[in-house]
């Protein structure tokens, strides 16, 4: 049986990159944030297995009728995708997250799947979050307004974040933690203990990365699309260097004591 293991946390925390190296193992597969399939659906595109969307092995079954994803809840997709896996891989792979309208989706799947479903809660420092959100508006073009999106980021990191722990208190063994500084530093030794935990008795292949035709994520972070080895994985800690220090301190403030609590001094 399939287990589907859902990343949860707020964006710009790393997901891509998690999901990126856990399927670097063949025992897993890669379907990106699952709640933007249903989204965007009528957005044309590659799949990153570089097969049209019509004939990716994952997708291509669902997309093939205009009517398939109508009506479609998340969890009914996801149920849909671990059937249609049929056992084929040890885990499926959501990086939907946890912020604003997905907070109660991991409540909802761990209902509905039971023991078959994992929330690796992936958390990052609230102020490199809020920062790599101002550069991403940046380059879409529109006008900063620093407060503003800081005090969004500050309080969508609350809302993704309380919802993880809300989770882990009433599913405790289905549970797991991860910084995002920690992988970036570490990746080698972080992703080998978080996957002997997800499918105990299995090695994570540190030199597959990259080499298995097992993701599928078709919208999302430009390095779904990416060919990295081990040692390109670098921690983003620009926002160190390059975020205004008012607005590093707006965004600190916002954010304790939560941020104490994962070691964000």
């Given amino acids: 049986m399939t287990k589907l293991v859902y990343i949860g946390g707020y964006g710009h925390s790393g997901s891509t990159l998690l999901e990126y190296l856990l399927a670097a193992?063949?025992?897993?597969?890669a379907c990106g944030e699952v709640a933007s399939v249903l989204r965007d659906r009528d957005r044309k595109g590659k799949c990153t297995c570089r097969r049209p969307i019509n004939e990716c092995p994952v997708w291509g079954p669902l997309f093939?009728?205009?009517?398939?994803?109508?009506?479609m809840s998340h969890e009914?997709?996801?149920?849909?995708?671990?059937?249609?896996?049929?056992?084929?891989?040890?885990?499926?792979i959501d990086s939907t997250k946890t912020a604003w309208r997905s907070?109660?989706?991991?409540?909802?799947?761990?209902?509905?799947?039971?023991?078959?479903?994992?929330l690796v809660h992936l958390v990052r420092d609230p102020r490199a979050v809020a920062w790599s959100g101002v550069k991403k508006a940046?380059?879409?073009?529109?006008?900063p307004l620093?407060?503003?999106?800081?005090?969004?980021?500050?309080?969508?990191?609350?809302?993704?974040?309380?919802?993880?722990?809300?989770?882990?208190?009433?599913?405790?063994?289905?549970?797991?933690?991860?910084?995002?500084?920690?992988?970036?530093?570490?990746p080698r030794d972080e992703i080998q203990g978080?996957?002997?935990?997800?499918?105990?008795?299995?090695?994570?292949?540190?030199?597959?990365?990259?080499?298995?035709?097992?993701?599928?994520?078709?919208y999302g972070n430009r390095m779904r699309a990416a060919n990295l080895s081990l040692a390109e994985v670098r921690e983003d800690?620009?926002?160190?260097?390059?975020m205004p220090r008012l607005y590093r301190v707006f965004v600190s403030l916002l954010t304790a004591p939560l941020r104490w609590r994962y070691g964000y001094a």
């Fill in 194 to 218: 978080l996957f002997a935990k997800l499918v105990p008795g299995s090695e994570w292949p540190a030199e597959a990365i990259g080499g298995c035709d097992n993701r599928h994520q078709l």
């Fill in 146 to 186: 620093l407060p503003l999106r800081s005090a969004s980021a500050a309080l969508g990191w609350w809302v993704a974040n309380l919802g993880c722990e809300l989770f882990a208190s009433q599913y405790p063994d289905r549970y797991m933690r991860l910084r995002y500084e920690d992988l970036a530093r570490a």
């Fill in 138 to 143: 940046g380059r879409r073009g529109a006008r």
């Fill in 25 to 29: 193992s063949p025992k897993a597969v």
């Fill in 103 to 118: 907070a109660a989706v991991p409540f909802r799947l761990a209902s509905a799947l039971g023991g078959d479903f994992t």
């Fill in 76 to 92: 009914d997709l996801s149920r849909a995708l671990l059937a249609q896996d049929r056992g084929a891989h040890a885990i499926l």
């Fill in 64 to 71: 093939a009728s205009p009517d398939t994803l109508d009506g």
């Fill in 237 to 242: 800690a620009a926002w160190q260097r390059d």
